[in-house]
């Protein structure tokens, strides 16, 4: 019996060392092919908004955190509202662990809804991390006279969006569930040129931007209460917006309370992080735990403070499912929203 007890003891710890030697031969192996390469980060807005902020973040320090310490170099790809970006990684980067992108997140109801131009599965994306959680708002300028989102019951407000994004979205969907007065005036760029709008005074307000992204990019607004912020979109309030309703409460039955919800849901994966599909696996968990320590790094956090920049992370494990759940949303509510956004304008 002693001995068949060794035996299988010393097997036991044969098997442990096999799997240990392999597990050091993948690292050792990622290790190799990222040393002296470069990895480009691929944002897919232009510059000087939260998306472009975060991403130059994680360019200065996911590097740090990967076998082989990579250079990683930010590059802004603008256009279609992220889709061109996404198609960009889907059908023609490198499927090697080179490329990584800050994918916007409203790429997963794009697809779902079936919006011209898609061209990706993000399913097929594979998800790194998301650095933060943070609710899309919809807002009013300080001088509009709106205050709360009853207030655009009763009079109409003029809020910016570039056509085709959440912030056409959202105040459609509200006019038509939750009988409010929005005036959508659309064929901005993007939402820097939507604020400046807003402050010129063109426009009352802005139909979308992350609670995060204001507090980051304009937190004299925040600070000075120039915003009024109307409504939340996301599956839970923020922590400091307690009293500020979120969009899906607005629903009076269930089938709106679920079309809202599907909306809703890509804010949980606001800021994510993903890399090509095909991608070795290997590759893909470096990245993965890279972006889990690098999240916990001091410095990272320091600099992520300094800028009032939100970090309420989840692993690309995590994203992957509520990502793939979005774009499995049962066709029959994503065609209603589809048919919604189609109506914007007409």
Not at 123 to 148: D, E, L, M, Y
Not at 282 to 299: G, N, S, T, Y
């Amino acid at each position: 019996m002693t001995g068949s007890r060794n035996r299988l003891t010393g097997a036991a710890l044969f098997i442990a060392a096999l799997l240990g030697a392999a597990t050091a031969g993948r690292a050792q192996g990622v290790a190799e092919f990222y040393r002296g390469k470069t990895i480009n980060l691929i944002i897919g807005t232009s510059a000087g908004n939260d998306y472009d902020f975060r991403g130059r973040l994680i360019a200065r320090y996911l590097g740090k955190h990967l076998p082989g310490q990579p250079v990683i170099v930010p590059r802004n790809m603008p256009g279609g509202g992220g889709v061109q970006a996404a198609n960009w990684i889907a059908n023609i980067a490198p499927r090697d662990g080179t490329v990584v992108h800050m994918i916007m997140a409203n790429m997963m109801a794009s697809q779902a809804m079936g919006l011209p131009g898609v061209e990706f599965d993000t399913r097929k994306f594979q998800w790194i991390g998301n650095t933060s959680s943070t609710p899309n708002v919809v807002a009013a300028w300080h001088t509009s006279g709106v205050k709360t989102i009853d207030d655009v019951r009763k009079r109409e407000l003029v809020v910016g969006a570039p056509m085709g994004t959440a912030g056409a979205l959202y105040p459609a969907l509200m006019n038509a569930l939750a009988g409010t007065k929005f005036k959508l005036v659309t064929g901005y760029p993007g939402g820097n040129e939507v604020s400046l709008a807003m402050e010129r005074g063109e426009v009352d307000g802005r139909g979308s931007n992350s609670w995060a992204a204001w507090k980051s990019t304009k937190p004299e607004w925040v600070r000075d209460h120039k915003l009024n912020i109307l409504v939340q979109i996301g599956l839970k309030r923020a922590a400091d917006l307690p009293d500020v309703p979120l969009m899906l409460e607005l629903a009076t039955n269930d089938a709106d309370r679920k079309l809202l919800a599907f909306i809703s849901a890509e804010t949980e994966v606001a800021r994510s992080l993903v890399t090509t599909p095909g991608t070795p696996p290997d590759r893909v968990e470096a990245l993965r735990r890279a972006f889990d320590a690098m999240i916990k790094d001091p410095d990272f956090l320091a600099e992520a403070a300094k800028s009032e920049m939100d970090i309420s992370p989840a692993t690309g494990e995590e994203c992957q499912k509520i990502a793939d759940a979005i774009v499995n949303t049962p066709p029959e509510i994503a065609a209603r929203a589809r048919a919604m956004l189609d109506g914007i304008g007409k």
